[in-house]
């Protein structure tokens, strides 16, 4: 018991320790691994809003590209049609998201298991063709929507690589604290709860509806996020970068760091998008060992390769 705690109270102060280090990255990396580790930034952001859903509700969401998408289409076309500020848009795709991630856990919440996983691919299917099709004529279709501005903070053009990648390291930050906070607040007790036994969680006053709308809302809200930083990396967005696969590939990595786990998504994060940059000759069969390490971690350690550690009374 005694080391449990010791283990989590180093993991306390290396967790910041590590992130604050990572601002140094533009200093040590040239260019192009700078904007690997912002890429590794913004997926490590909408990995956890899909550990959020995934991880600590328990629902299995095999569609949440929609909510990065959503994301990434809001500040495109504010900031291309409307000139709003970049950083102006990214309350509103938050919002947007959010809201698109409530709504569409209506009629998903009643179901579970291989249900909700079909209904969730259904929905992906439904909104990278409804962006391809360009309704309103506002999506760009299949091209989608290039000419994304760059942010800018304080009269201040963040233009180049490394201003980038802090506003990036800087929201993965943020982010990171939600998570954390969320582990401790009675929200987060209620997902663990659900997640455990949910006719239990019902008997100590859990509304499970209620929770499992939250869950879906805030997870969808955070991937909304990433996709405002995703548009803007890019200065692009297209259908392309939504489709199935991308879903597939968020739900491996939280199923192979370990569900509810922080370093085990960021873990995951790290095999799926970081280590192919090294082998780059093998980039392009990233999802033939990624479906390999994924079943293996299936069968060796189901509960991931860095799992979350117990609670500690």
């Known amino acids: 018991m005694r080391g449990a705690r010791l283990g989590g109270a180093t993991g306390a102060v290396a967790g910041p320790v590590i992130w604050a280090a990572g601002l140094a990255l533009p200093f040590?990396?040239?260019?192009?691994?700078?904007?690997?580790?912002?890429?590794?930034a913004i997926y490590a952001i909408t990995?956890?809003?899909?550990d959020v859903i995934l991880g600590r509700a328990g629902m299995f969401d095999m569609g949440h590209a929609v909510y990065f998408g959503i994301g990434a289409y809001v500040t495109a076309i504010l900031n291309t049609t409307l000139n709003v500020p970049i950083l102006l848009t990214l309350p509103l795709a938050m919002l947007l998201a959010?809201?698109?991630?409530?709504?569409?856990?209506?009629?998903?919440?009643?179901?579970?298991?291989d249900y909700l996983l079909v209904a969730t691919i259904g929905f992906n299917a439904i909104f990278v063709l409804a962006m391809q099709n360009d309704p309103g004529g506002i999506t760009g279709g299949s091209d989608g929507i290039t000419g994304i501005g760059v942010p800018?903070?304080?009269?201040?053009q963040l233009e180049s690589q490394s201003a980038m990648f802090w506003l990036d390291w800087v929201v993965l930050g943020a982010v990171l604290l939600v998570m954390r906070n969320l582990d401790?607040?009675?929200?987060g007790r209620a997902l663990r709860y659900l997640k455990q036994?949910?006719?239990?969680?019902?008997?100590?006053?859990?509304?499970?509806?209620?929770v499992k709308t939250l869950a879906f809302a805030l997870g969808a809200a955070l991937a909304g996020l990433a996709g405002t930083l995703f548009a803007v990396q890019l200065s692009t967005v297209s259908p392309s970068s939504f489709v199935?696969?991308?879903?597939?590939?968020?739900?491996?990595?939280?199923?192979?760091?370990g569900q509810g786990s922080i370093p085990g998504v960021l873990l995951g994060t790290a095999l799926m998008f970081v280590v192919p940059q090294i082998f780059r000759g093998l980039a392009e069969y990233r999802y033939f060992v990624f479906g390999i390490a994924m079943v293996a971690v299936m069968v060796l350690?189901?509960?991931?390769?860095?799992?979350?550690?117990r609670a500690v009374t």
């Open 28 to 40: 040590a990396l040239d260019s192009s691994w700078v904007s690997i580790a912002a890429f590794f």
């Open 98 to 113: 959010a809201a698109a991630g409530a709504l569409l856990s209506a009629p998903l919440i009643r179901l579970r298991g």
């Open 47 to 50: 990995a956890l809003s899909e």
């Open 197 to 210: 036994d949910e006719l239990a969680a019902g008997t100590l006053g859990v509304d499970a509806r209620a």
């Open 301 to 309: 350690r189901p509960q991931g390769l860095l799992p979350r550690r």
């Open 184 to 187: 401790r607040c009675e929200f």
């Open 244 to 257: 199935f696969t991308e879903s597939v590939t968020l739900f491996a990595i939280v199923i192979v760091g």
């Open 152 to 156: 800018s903070l304080f009269g201040l």
